[in-house]
């Protein structure tokens, strides 16, 4: 089987931050956005905590979906199998860059969330009580600082 692109990056090289993952078009001409939020440094840093990771996917989503300018441009929010990092995928043609504001916002919002987590009840989750808020405030504060001065090596693959 062909290896796909995103196993094609260097993980052992790859820093924390904001990566452009693909552009794609739908067969009715529209762009679609896909950006790597790479929290934690590949095989070199301590991934996530799973319940840190699904409280943030919790969080980030109800955020960005319910965002008064980005809310309708988000397709997709969810965490990497390997816990480094999320997905985001937008509808539109973006750049790393372009995400900076957005992704300040919305991991300033979870580092100083509180309360109870959305849909986080039996209704509303499979595993409502797979959650760490704590560990999630803390992962997006951490976060946060690569995300206020980012250098080249935050937004752009290794080669």
Known sequence: MKKITSFTIDHNRLSRGVFLSRRDTTSSGDIITTFDVRMTEPNR????????????????????RNHPVWGERIIYWGPMGCLTGNYLIVSGDYSSEDM?????????FIASFSGDIPGATPRDC??????DLDGARRAASDYLEILQNPAECNLVYPD
């Open 126 to 131: 499979g595993n409502y009580s797979f959650m």
């Open 45 to 64: 840093q301590t991934p996530l905590s799973g319940a840190a990771i699904h409280a943030m996917e919790h969080l980030a989503a109800t955020f960005l």
């Open 100 to 108: 900076l504001p957005l992704l300040r916002e919305t991991f300033g």
